[in-house]
């Protein structure tokens, strides 16, 4: 069966060090990736989105990997800061791009 | 300001009751969803639409229902039929598939059965 797989478990970590979220994907031949923020309560919000043909993004703080072999993306957030505490979706195509199929998300608690 | 708007925030429906939510957008976005988020859950889709007048179930379309008369406007009714309607939905739009693939989304209502 399809599945995107995202820990479950809530990440904590100290601020300033480097936060990696894990999203794992069966049985779906992405074109792309999407990683979202969602804060409680509201929409997520967009960050990055990763084609299969790219290895890495960057943008300020994140970072992402698309390793279509292992069927995994890792998501790096570095000198983590509080304000990056929310629950991180990732998100990615199926059936030719058509429709946007969403993991359960990350809660990650960056501490002071 | 460009952006997608969900209406109510809030919506408390009564059993046996049909209830709508409103979904608009002026992003000029072809691609409308709706999901369904549960506690713990992630988003599970409920229907599509990739342009007006055409829409497709998604993975939990029974018990709703959609339309897309208006590019703008994407409306989901959550019927009597729908067994376990208290959830948080949210509404994305995005443009064309494959290239342009970024979902915004609206801010979400709670429904509550009551």
């Known amino acids: 069966s399809q599945k995107i797989e995202q820990n479950s478990e809530a990440l904590n970590i100290q601020e300033g060090k480097t936060a990696t979220l894990t999203c794992n994907y069966t049985n779906y031949s992405p074109a792309y990736l999407q990683w979202y923020r969602q804060d409680p309560g509201r929409g997520p919000v967009f960050l990055l989105l990763i084609r299969e043909n790219e290895k890495e993004k960057r943008k300020e703080r994140l970072k992402v990997t698309f390793d279509t072999t292992l069927k995994q993306s890792l998501f790096h957030i570095t000198a983590s800061q509080p304000a990056d505490s929310a629950t991180y979706l990732c998100a990615l195509d199926d059936t030719g791009g058509f429709k946007t199929i969403f993991g359960a998300g990350t809660r990650l608690f960056v501490k002071a | 300001d460009g952006g997608i708007t969900q209406s109510p925030k809030y919506l408390f429906r009564k059993e046996g009751q049909n209830v709508t939510l409103s979904c608009e957008q002026n992003l000029n976005h072809d691609a409308m969803y709706w999901y369904r988020q549960d506690p713990g859950q992630g988003l599970r889709l409920i229907y599509y639409s990739q342009i007006v007048n055409d829409f497709q179930k998604g993975d939990i379309a029974e018990g709703y229902s959609v339309s897309r008369e208006k590019k703008e406007s994407f409306p989901l009714t959550v019927t009597s039929a729908q067994k376990n309607p208290t959830a948080f939905y949210l509404c994305?739009?995005?443009?064309?598939?494959?290239?342009?693939?970024?979902?915004?989304f609206g801010q979400g209502t709670r429904l509550t059965v009551v």
């Open positions: 994305a739009s995005s443009g064309a598939a494959l290239l342009n693939a970024e979902a915004f």
